[in-house]
């Protein structure tokens, strides 16, 4: 193990057997911590989606929006939790909407050549009597979460604008475009 951190950083070391039969011994950096969600709240009626401004250190290091970042709900999943579940907790915690339901839309992997983290992406529905008086991150966890809720229409042009650069957020505000959703 190099780094435990945040999450694990192994370093992986096998044999590999390419298709035209040589055998190589290949050595692989693997970082990663537990499965996450990412969750698209989005109201039928107002034709609204609920999205999430947050600082991320990547974005600050790429010099990028002074470091903010335009995004979904999205968090780790807890030990003997369901991503479901997590997606729930997360949405009330995040941005204090009380959700009783959640819809699957993919299991993926961001970067899938050196994170082995997966992701669970689901879209679910929120009205104005879901709102309580939680969000804005967990304090514990150093988060300062800045709700915001806008058209999806203005969402879906801040992709185009690169206000919106986070992958999944881009993948769930189109799933919403190409399923007729919104």
């Known amino acids: 193990m190099i780094s435990n951190f945040w999450g694990t950083l192994e370093r992986v070391n096998f044999d590999f057997t390419f298709n035209n039969g040589k055998s190589v011994n290949l050595t692989y950096e693997v970082y990663g911590k537990s499965d996450g969600i990412a969750i698209l709240l989005y109201n039928p009626k107002t034709k609204k989606v609920i999205l999430?401004?947050?600082f991320r250190m990547p974005v600050y290091l790429a010099?990028?929006?002074?470091?903010?970042?335009?995004?979904?709900?999205?968090?780790?999943?807890?030990?003997n939790e369901t991503p479901e579940i997590t997606a729930i907790r997360e949405t009330e915690e995040e941005v204090g909407y009380k959700i009783s339901s959640v819809k699957k839309v993919t299991t993926s992997f961001l970067s899938p050549g050196i994170l082995n983290e997966k992701v669970h992406l689901f879209i679910g529905e929120y009205f104005v009597q879901n709102k309580t008086e939680n969000g804005g991150g967990v304090a514990a966890e150093n988060e300062e979460i800045e709700v915001l809720e806008i058209s999806f229409e203005e969402a879906f042009q801040m992709i185009k604008t690169q206000e919106i650069i986070d992958a999944r957020t881009i993948v769930l505000l189109q799933h919403l475009k190409i399923e007729g959703i919104m």
Request: charged share 20%.
């Open 52 to 54: 999430t401004k947050q």
């Open 63 to 79: 010099e990028i929006n002074q470091g903010y970042s335009i995004e979904v709900v999205g968090g780790a999943m807890d030990a």
